[in-house]
């Protein structure tokens, strides 16, 4: 990975970050009792067993292709993000659950100034490691670990609104303001788990790559039309950090074999510097022949030569 720091390295920064707020924030409920530090400590759970799902599936999606994964394993990372999804949800609920029977049971918080200095620090660190996650899971194409950064950003924005419930519990006295501010959290976090399980299916059933990158490769073959050159049946597909091109070249029947292969790899160097990740797929076809057309539309209920 050119010198950089395997990804693995970044899921091992999470869990740790998780061990340390998860125990931060744990020792702020049981200082307080508030309901809003519980959820924000059950949150940070969920965060651990998020981490380690992140680091099973960029063990396993960073080994070679196979004779039975030939396309790579890279697709574990979209179940991983899959499952922190699903952990999120269940989190969300057990939050809710907590929060409503506090409501029909009130309990008075105490000591709510070493609670909320606690969890203000275990925000600071999600804080740092959420911006690191992201950064590198978009820089590496990375949905497991973007996903964990974006679990730990959620989990920022959530223990912000809980500081805030619990601190108008603490100014007026007002107990309710904790399980409110709890049921809140769970909703965000039940809104948070539904886009992680909603990407994650996207990607699962082979959703098409980015409209930029794709404008990106269309540049790329519309510069070879003044050559007399044309390409149709362009398709593209995301698996993790791997993304994959495939594409019919059309050219005049007169060509040799070997203008033709000189041609192609001309077209999958450039595309290969725009998108260093991308493996390509290119078929050539002679643009007299009828048969070179059939390939246009994506449905097609048709079968014969290519």
């Given at each position: 990975?050119?010198?950089?720091?395997?990804?693995?390295?970044?899921?091992?920064?999470?869990?740790?970050?998780?061990?340390?707020?998860?125990?931060?924030?744990?020792?702020?409920?049981?200082?307080?009792?508030?309901?809003?530090?519980?959820?924000?400590?059950?949150?940070?759970?969920?965060?651990?067993?998020?981490?380690?799902?992140?680091?099973?599936?960029?063990?396993?999606?960073?080994?070679?292709?196979?004779?039975?994964?030939?396309?790579?394993?890279?697709?574990?990372?979209?179940?991983?993000?899959?499952?922190?999804?699903?952990?999120?949800?269940?989190?969300?609920?057990?939050?809710?659950?907590?929060?409503?029977?506090?409501?029909?049971?009130?309990?008075?918080?105490?000591?709510?100034?070493?609670?909320?200095?606690?969890?203000?620090?275990?925000?600071?660190?999600?804080?740092?490691?959420?911006?690191?996650?992201?950064r590198v899971g978009k820089r590496?194409?990375?949905?497991?670990?973007?996903?964990?950064?974006?679990?730990?950003?959620?989990?920022?924005?959530?223990?912000?609104?809980?500081?805030?419930?619990?601190?108008?519990?603490?100014?007026?006295?007002?107990?309710?303001?904790?399980?409110?501010?709890?049921?809140?959290?769970?909703?965000?976090?039940g809104r948070t788990g539904f886009?992680?399980?909603?990407?994650?299916?996207?990607?699962?059933i082979d959703t098409a790559l980015?409209?930029?990158?794709?404008?990106?490769?269309?540049?790329?073959?519309?510069?070879?039309?003044?050559?007399?050159?044309?390409?149709?049946?362009?398709?593209?597909?995301?698996?993790?950090?791997?993304?994959?091109?495939?594409?019919?070249?059309?050219?005049?029947?007169?060509?040799?074999?070997?203008?033709?292969?000189?041609?192609?790899?001309?077209?999958?160097?450039?595309?290969?510097?725009?998108?260093?990740?991308?493996?390509?797929?290119?078929?050539?076809?002679?643009?007299?022949?009828?048969?070179?057309?059939?390939?246009?539309?994506?449905?097609?209920?048709?079968?014969?030569?290519?």
């Amino acid at each position: 990975m050119n010198g950089r720091r395997p990804l693995t390295h970044y899921a091992w920064l999470s869990v740790g970050a998780a061990l340390l707020t998860m125990g931060i924030k744990a020792s702020g409920y049981l200082v307080t009792r508030s309901v809003g530090l519980l959820s924000d400590a059950l949150e940070s759970g969920v965060n651990l067993a998020a981490a380690f799902t992140a680091l099973a599936a960029l063990r396993i999606g960073s080994q070679p292709p196979d004779e039975e994964h030939a396309y790579g394993h890279q697709k574990v990372e979209y179940l991983s993000s899959g499952a922190e999804g699903g952990l999120i949800s269940l989190a969300a609920i057990a939050i809710i659950i907590t929060a409503v029977q506090r409501l029909l049971d009130p309990q008075t918080v105490q000591r709510l100034g070493i609670g909320l200095a606690l969890s203000s620090a275990a925000s600071v660190v999600n804080l740092v490691v959420a911006t690191i996650l992201i950064r590198v899971g978009k820089r590496e194409h990375s949905i497991a670990l973007e996903a964990d950064g974006q679990h730990l950003m959620s989990d920022v924005w959530t223990s912000a609104g809980v500081l805030a419930g619990v601190s108008l519990v603490w100014i007026t006295g007002w107990q309710i303001l904790d399980p409110i501010v709890a049921l809140l959290v769970g909703a965000l976090l039940g809104r948070t788990g539904f886009f992680l399980l909603r990407r994650s299916a996207y990607g699962l059933i082979d959703t098409a790559l980015p409209e930029e990158e794709l404008q990106t490769i269309q540049s790329i073959l519309n510069r070879y039309e003044a050559m007399g050159v044309h390409h149709h049946a362009l398709r593209t597909r995301q698996a993790g950090s791997r993304s994959f091109i495939s594409f019919h070249i059309q050219v005049p029947g007169r060509w040799s074999v070997q203008k033709g292969h000189d041609l192609l790899e001309g077209i999958e160097a450039d595309l290969r510097r725009a998108l260093p990740s991308a493996t390509i797929f290119t078929h050539i076809e002679p643009i007299e022949d009828p048969r070179s057309f059939r390939d246009e539309q994506l449905d097609r209920d048709y079968s014969g030569d290519d």
